[in-house]
């Protein structure tokens, strides 16, 4: 069956280092990847859309990759500061463009000033 | 005010009582979904719509219903709730033609089944 896996263990920094989450997934072959925020007891909110033909997508100050051979995703936060302190969430969907998001169970990051 | 309203934010029930679980959007989306999040597990779609005449089963829509009674509410009802169901539900509204994935949500409605 399709899963996807992030880090469960919380990802603790400082403020200013770059933070890196990683998403695997396996036995799926994505269309697009996904980059949601969770704040706590708040909705997923969208960040970033990469799709399989890109390697990398930048907004501001994150970036991520896509390796479809490594069935990998990289997420990651330049000049971190303590307001980007939630679980973030990777999601994969197909080409069909449904909206049906299959989605990692997310990573926390805390980010120390 | 919210995009995506859910009510209620949070409710307690009895084991075998029917719970409604009420969604309406003000983005003018066509598309909505219902998914299941529960802790350490990843969003679990439940049911999706893509109009008011639209309904389709997502991966766990066992013990679960849904209605589109408008273009703009979406609501998922439980039967006979059963402790298992204890989750955290959150709406989300997708626009045919946006940017693929890309889905608003709710606020979340925490229900807890005694």
């Known amino acids: 069956s399709q899963k996807i896996e992030q880090n469960s263990e919380a990802l603790n920094i400082q403020e200013g280092k770059t933070a890196t989450l990683t998403c695997n997934y396996t036995?799926?072959?994505?269309?697009?990847l996904q980059w949601y925020r969770q704040d706590p007891g708040r909705g997923p909110v969208f960040l970033l859309l990469?799709?399989?033909?890109?390697k990398e997508k930048r907004k501001e100050r994150l970036k991520v990759t896509f390796d479809t051979t490594l069935k990998q995703s990289l997420f990651h936060i330049t000049a971190s500061q303590p307001a980007d302190s939630a679980t973030y969430l990777c999601a994969l969907t197909g080409s069909s463009n449904t909206g049906k998001l299959i989605f990692g169970q997310g990573t926390t990051l805390q980010v120390k000033p | 005010d919210a995009d995506v309203t859910q009510t209620p934010r949070n409710r307690i029930t009895k084991t075998g009582k029917r719970i409604m679980l009420e969604c309406s959007q003000t983005?003018?989306?066509?598309?909505m979904y219902w998914y299941r999040q529960d802790p350490g597990l990843g969003l679990q779609l439940i049911y999706y719509?893509?109009?008011?005449?639209?309904?389709n089963k997502g991966e766990i829509s066992d013990g679960y219903s849904v209605s589109r009674q408008a273009q703009a509410k979406f609501s998922l009802s439980l039967e006979s709730a059963i402790p298992n169901q204890t989750a955290l539900y959150f709406c989300?509204?997708?626009?045919?033609?946006?940017?693929?994935?890309?889905?608003?949500f709710g606020e979340g409605s925490r229900l807890t089944v005694l």
């Open positions: 983005k003018g989306h066509d598309r």
């Open positions: 990469i799709r399989e033909n890109e």
């Open positions: 719509s893509f109009d008011v005449k639209d309904i």
């Open positions: 036995n799926y072959s994505p269309a697009y």
């Open positions: 989300a509204t997708g626009q045919r033609g946006g940017p693929p994935g890309e889905l608003f």
